[in-house]
């Protein structure tokens, strides 16, 4: 993971290939289940995670998640 500690707005894409070359070279190798994912344009920012998941929400941050128990959840 590379990431920036602001985005002015969130893009989320899939790397192309000259992407893919550069989180390789970074990082090495990654698991065959894992995906790859690039945020914004430039600086350039990644994520190597399992598969990405969102749901819109308009419940408080205190509400329980949509994608199952977190910290701070009740």
């Avoid at 899939?14 to 790859?36: W, Y």
Wanted: net charge negative; hydrophobic share 40%; charged share 20%.
């Amino acid at each position: 993971m590379l990431l920036q500690p602001y985005y002015d707005g969130l893009i989320v894409r899939f790397p192309d290939p000259q992407d893919v070359k550069l989180i390789l070279d970074l990082i090495g190798n990654i698991p065959p289940e894992s995906h790859m994912y690039v945020l914004g344009s430039r600086p350039f920012s990644f994520i190597v995670s399992g598969l990405m998941q969102w749901h819109e929400d308009d419940k408080s941050s205190s509400d329980p998640s949509w994608f199952g128990h977190m910290l701070g959840t009740a």
